[in-house]
């Protein structure tokens, strides 16, 4: 149960690669590209260290680091993509960065299509790292909720984090490889995120229960709330804005969590039937409740309360998320508010379904999706205080 968020996450435990929510970590569809098919899978990130610190202590120490590099003024230029030496026979060196990112965007077309088309409304040059950096996180998530998932180990993912430096080196592997490695050349774009992604698919593999909600909060980080991490310097802060780079940043983590917490919660029934209960075991006690109230599947007026407050942080965190999208470039807003708008909205069809999470799965309608991509604009262009004020006259 992973998560990939791009702000849209890309997926884990659905998977909500929202990078800015692309998603989160969850379900898949059974029509997928074997993004990692044919792939020989060839360190403990910071928010690992130091445990009698609380996760969201751990986790800002990477906030922190990340909004830092927006603010220099130069990039490093030591790490070049080698454009000299073929990657692939069958490409000339020109045309294989060009090819690359065409097939990151039919990926990304096939997979996060509302994501996709928002991403229309940015520069081409964001456009596409937004779709190397979601292929990543998509490929990273496949790894331990793909069809070779059964097959994966600690050592594979080992493997992987290594193939992730080398990229990072300028030294990619195959096409995808190659876009994401341009793209961090050209963006100040930190290798943490990422690696704390690959910890998140390394519990997945070892842990399926937590204790408290400071160890989901550490789990969501890692599968979705990195997402917006990686996908902020490349969508841009605002010109004008007047917040401050650690806000933005903290908005964007808020996101993940809040995509990610809300594929939790969609995903109760499922993930039991895996044997899995990602909520907080310490607050499900205090409720009354226990993981066998969970495997037997009844609602009853103790799971409507839990539910009721496990939905109420999810929000809570939603509202942290708005207070940075505004502060974005004003290409790269919308996007993000329609995830934002979208993934809202599954917490009130949880609701709207009775708290039963178990036999029923909550989703948006394609009309509601439809009538959400006008309001998602119209919030990207005035800002959401200016619609209120305009649908109010």
Known sequence: MSGVLLWVNCGTKGNSISLLGLGGRGSRSQRRYRLCSGISFASFSSAVAEPSRSSEERVYEVVL???ALVKEQKRDTKRKLNLDKPIEDDFTNKDLLSGAYDRCGEVCAEYAKTFYLGTQLMTEERRKAIWAIYVWCRRTDELVDGPNSPHITPKALDRWEQRLSDVFEGRPYDMYDAALSDTVTKYPVDIQPFKDMIEGMRLDLRKSRYNNFDELYLYCYYVAGTVGLMSVPV????????????????????????????NILRDVGEDARRGRVYLPQDELAK????DEDIFSGRVTDKWRNFMKGQIRRARMFFDEAEKGVSELSSASRWPVW????????????IEANDYNNFTKRAYVGKAKKLLSLPA???????GPQMLTKMVAR
């Open 338 to 349: 329609a995830s934002l708008l979208l993934y809202r909205q599954i917490l009130d069809s």
């Open 235 to 262: 969508m841009g802060i605002a010109p004008e804005s007047k917040a401050s780079a650690e806000s933005v940043y903290n908005a964007a983590l808020a996101l993940g969590i809040a995509n990610q917490l809300t």
């Open 287 to 290: 409720a009354g409740l226990s």
């Open 65 to 67: 680091k990340q909004a």
């Open 376 to 382: 998602a604009y119209g919030r990207a262009i005035l």
